[in-house]
């Protein structure tokens, strides 16, 4: 049984359908990409699995739990992260504050131990700062701890972005186009996190990247979306060959 | 408990010995620190002598027989004088490759030194090694330091942990319980401990064959001079395979018995820098004039009246300064208006940059302006000049408190001799005078003919016995009508400029003096900000007309303090900073002027024609191998010639 699973979603705007009975399967440790056109539904399809938007009908189901009508809290705490394509991070807060925030859905304890800094809440807050340490160490942003986000290039923005939902230590990590706008050099060490990410972490990674070079790249499989329809899937190789794929994001020509 | 302070009775030690000896008298005390997730976790001499062990365990599993060589390629981590102490606990002998250096750099040295094993520090340095592998066969094992990435080589029995290592090594010590102990034992001081490389300004790069004897030495000589207390902490942050950070880390740590800390990331050394707030400091020219630039840009940025205290309170460190790089006592008033100064800003300020613990400072490798130092001591840091050279375990003579000048790199410090030859060259003697080159009988012969380390560097004593380094002996030039100068002697003070990032003088037989002049990026791109002067690329910003004018300013004020036949003429502005990437600069910093000359031959050309327009195309190599040219047009920039003073003095 694939860890997340799509079916049939459709959803509609009022009379304008975003998606039409979308289907798609992911599996636990699979780096799947969705690519297609401006418009196509992507980052809609994203906001469905992640509980922004509910899908009029169909039926989005991760692991045990049904998807199809949860919150985004209900989303995060089955274990479901996912960093924005426009960067959504405090920026009068510093990167470590930030991190720490993201964490705060595994924070239990009660008033009274958070008013003293007493046992389960000086406890959970050392391993919130811990398990924030191992994320920063492995984002490399140990330069910027202490920086206010708002301070930091655009290039940084978006790896904290990624640091801040890596740091809900999710099973199912929904990157939307992580590497927009970024320089040559900037995508390559991003290419090299995700890389990193599913490699020690295990996480199953569902990436939306215009870069059609890295998602060839580094995909298991790639979902093309166009006008809110699936019109492709498969593995790189096979989906570059798509008539279908050429015309879509060629035109007629092909 | 004991603590073993500095002592020249040290010299019967190997290094590993030095460190064995101070984990059983004072086991308990720090030796080491690292900051990893944002803590500092600190190691005893216990746990540091432990590691080195049993790592020597681990390689001794592994095969590694006395005399071979173990080349570490790795950031300051603890694990690097872990590998380098146990593979000369062995017999072996350590040697630090750059960590910036490319693949085909690390090939030769790899080659040429005959390394066995490698320690390599992650992922990143790994790859480089597997593009090289089959120029490097002499390589039987490569030990990574972060296992991050590295799941796809566990296949390869080339690669295997540093962890691994030691769980080798564990194994090892239970069915050899004294396996390493006796290796270790059977060292003697003059056994070679470590490989140098010398930053081969010219040619390939040598390997200077250092002895234990030679560190240690070092250490102890330095401390009489210097002394510093075992409580005491140092950040280890310049590359270990440099001699200096070598002679500090290995050298000074071991005889010292003082903390070593190990930076977090190199991009947080500065921060943690702060966090440690070390005792004493080791750095060349480009980290104190960094420092220095960087407080001049944020206080240039700040509002008029902090601007305006800025300024009045440096003028009484100046005038402090003067005075006690002298050695003597200021004033009352001064003293009381110092006071006033250290309270308002000098101690704030070194708070902010850690540097409110420092004994002294220390300056080498190359010449520092007498701005940066003025500035330094005012503010109240003891900054000195040392100078030595990596054959001389990198530091031979040093500024005494007190007796601190800007002409001059201090006086000899104990057990070193000094003379100078005929032809002006200076040589030294001292037990810290390497061994030679490896496998490199004529140099060596060359380098220590006579029983006298030829540092190959042109220079004087003065009358009270302070030594002046002129300039290498093989750089100093001559006009086409016999004038002799010193290109670099020229290129410091033109680098004095904070506006001047790097310059390269040419006029050896030609007319007249030109140089090639690279724009600092931050401060230039700062004025220009302030000026509103829109610019794109470091390329656009180095051809701006008011640039150039602003470059012409500062090597006309530099013209000012030379003879008018040693004087600039024409300029260009570079339009790409020299980079040791392109070869144009050595892993040090130091311009390879020949390289530069050939590569930039035209532009060469053109400073003595007649043109004042070049046009070239400029290649940029990225980092994933693609090219890409763009054309663009060099102004060449002429200085009118400096009107000789008439009639003022008849």
């Given at each position: 049984m694939a860890q997340l699973s799509v079916e049939n979603v459709t959803l509609v705007f009022g009379g304008l359908a975003?998606?039409?009975a979308v289907s798609l399967e992911v599996e636990k440790g699979e780096l799947v990409s969705i690519i297609g056109p401006n418009g196509a539904g992507k980052t809609s399809l994203l906001n469905c699995i992640s509980g922004f938007y509910h899908p009029t009908r169909g039926r989005i189901r991760f692991e045990d739990h049904d998807?199809?009508?949860?919150s985004p809290h209900t989303a995060t705490r089955y274990g479901i992260a996912r960093a924005f394509q426009n960067i959504e991070l405090f920026s009068g807060l510093s990167v470590l504050e930030n991190l720490l925030l993201a964490r705060y859905t595994h924070l239990n304890y009660g008033l009274l131990p958070a008013a003293l800094y007493y046992g389960r809440a000086q406890n959970a807050e050392i391993e919130a700062r811990r398990q924030v340490e191992e994320v920063i160490d492995f984002m490399e942003l140990e330069p910027y701890r202490k920086e206010l986000v708002g301070n930091l290039p655009y290039g940084v923005r978006k790896r904290v972005e990624v640091a801040r939902a890596l740091a809900l230590g999710p099973k199912l990590l929904l990157l939307d186009e992580p590497m927009a706008g970024m320089t040559l050099e900037e995508k390559e060490d991003m290419v090299r996190f995700i890389l990193d990410i599913r490699a020690e972490r295990g996480t199953t990674i569902v990436l939306i990247e215009h870069d059609l070079g890295v998602v060839m790249d580094i995909s298991d499989r790639v979902y093309v979306l166009d006008f809110g329809e699936v019109i492709a899937e498969g593995p790189p190789e096979e989906v570059a060959q798509d008539p279908r794929v050429l015309e879509a994001y060629v035109g007629g020509a092909a | 408990m004991k603590v073993m302070r500095p002592s020249y009775e040290m010299k019967q030690y190997t290094l590993p010995q030095l460190l064995k000896l101070r984990a059983e008298r004072e086991g308990e005390r720090v030796a080491l620190r690292e900051k990893d997730f944002g803590i500092w976790n600190e190691y005893t001499y216990a746990d540091y002598y432990a590691t080195v062990r049993d790592f020597g365990h681990g390689l001794l599993a592994l095969g590694f027989e006395p005399g071979e060589k173990f080349a570490i390629l790795a950031d300051n981590i603890p694990e690097w004088v872990y590998a380098e102490l146990a593979a000369q606990g062995l017999g072996g002998v350590s040697l630090g490759v750059y960590p910036s250096s490319v693949p085909p750099e690390i090939a030769y040295v790899l080659d040429y030194t005959d390394a066995a094993f490698v320690l390599a520090e992650d992922q990143e340095q790994v790859d480089k090694l597997l593009e090289i592998r089959d120029q490097i066969p002499k390589v039987r094992k490569v030990i990574y330091e972060d296992p991050r990435g590295m799941r796809g080589y566990r296949a390869d029995d080339w690669f295997l942990s540093f962890q691994e290592v030691l769980e080798l090594g564990r194994e090892h010590r239970k069915r050899h319980p004294r396996a390493f102990e006796e290796r270790l034992a059977a060292g003697?001081?003059?056994?070679?401990?470590h490989f140098s490389l010398t930053s081969g300004t010219t040619g390939k790069p040598k390997a200077a064959m250092l002895s234990h004897k030679n560190l240690i030495h070092m250490g102890v000589a330095l401390q009489e001079v210097d002394p510093l207390e075992p409580t005491d902490d140092y950040l280890s942050f310049l590359p270990l395979a440099w001699i200096g950070e070598q002679m500090m880390t290995v050298g000074m740590g071991l005889t010292g018995g003082f903390a070593v800390n190990f930076p977090e990331e190199v991009e947080t050394a500065m921060a943690d820098l702060k966090e440690i707030g070390p005792h004493v400091m080791f750095s060349p020219p480009r980290v104190w004039e960094g420092i220095q630039s960087r407080i001049w840009v944020q206080i240039s940025e700040s509002y008029r009246f902090n601007r305006w205290v800025y300024e009045k309170l440096l003028k009484v460190g100046y005038r402090a300064a003067d005075y006690r790089m002298r050695g003597e006592s200021p004033p009352v008033a001064l003293r009381l208006a110092y006071a006033l100064a250290h309270f308002l800003l000098f101690r704030p300020l070194k708070d902010r940059l850690g540097f409110l613990r420092l004994r002294r400072a220390y300056t080498g490798g190359a010449a520092l302006g007498p701005d940066v130092f003025r500035f330094f001591h005012a503010i109240g840091v003891n900054l000195k000049q040392i100078y030595g050279q990596t054959e001389i375990t990198g530091i031979a003579y040093v500024h005494r408190d007190g007796d601190v000048r800007y002409d001059t790199v201090g006086k000899p410090i104990p057990g070193t001799e000094v003379e100078i030859s005929e032809e002006g060259e200076i040589l030294s003697r001292s037990?810290?005078?390497?061994?030679?080159y490896y496998k490199r009988p004529d140099a060596t012969a060359e380098l220590l003919e006579g029983g006298w380390l030829h540092s190959g560097d042109a220079g004087y004593l003065t009358e009270d016995g302070h030594l002046v380094v002129i300039d290498r002996l093989s750089d100093v030039m001559h006009t086409a009508s016999g004038e002799m100068f010193s290109p670099q002697f020229i290129e410091n003070k033109l680098k004095f400029?904070?506006?001047?990032k790097e310059a390269v003088v040419f006029g050896n037989q030609r007319p007249y003096l030109t140089a090639f002049l690279n724009v600092d990026p931050q401060t230039v791109g700062k004025w220009a900000e302030d000026r509103g002067l829109a610019y794109t690329t470091y390329m656009d910003l180095s051809q701006k007309p008011e640039v150039a004018e602003l470059i012409k300013a500062e090597v006309a004020r530099v013209n000012e303090e030379l003879p008018e036949p040693l004087r600039i003429r024409r300029f260009v502005l570079l339009y790409k900073l020299l980079d040791a990437d392109d070869d144009e600069l050595t892993r040090t910093g130091k311009v390879r002027r020949k390289f530069v000359h050939e590569k930039y031959a035209d532009l060469v050309e053109a400073l003595y024609g007649q043109v004042d327009r070049v046009p070239v195309r400029a290649v940029f190599k990225y980092q994933d191998g693609s090219e890409q040219a763009v054309e663009t047009e060099v102004r060449i920039h002429d200085l009118a010639p400096v009107p000789e003073p008439v009639g003022e003095t008849r």
């Open positions: 975003a998606l039409s998807l199809t009508r949860a | 003697k001081p003059d056994d070679v401990a037990d810290a005078v390497c061994l030679g400029s904070p506006y001047i």
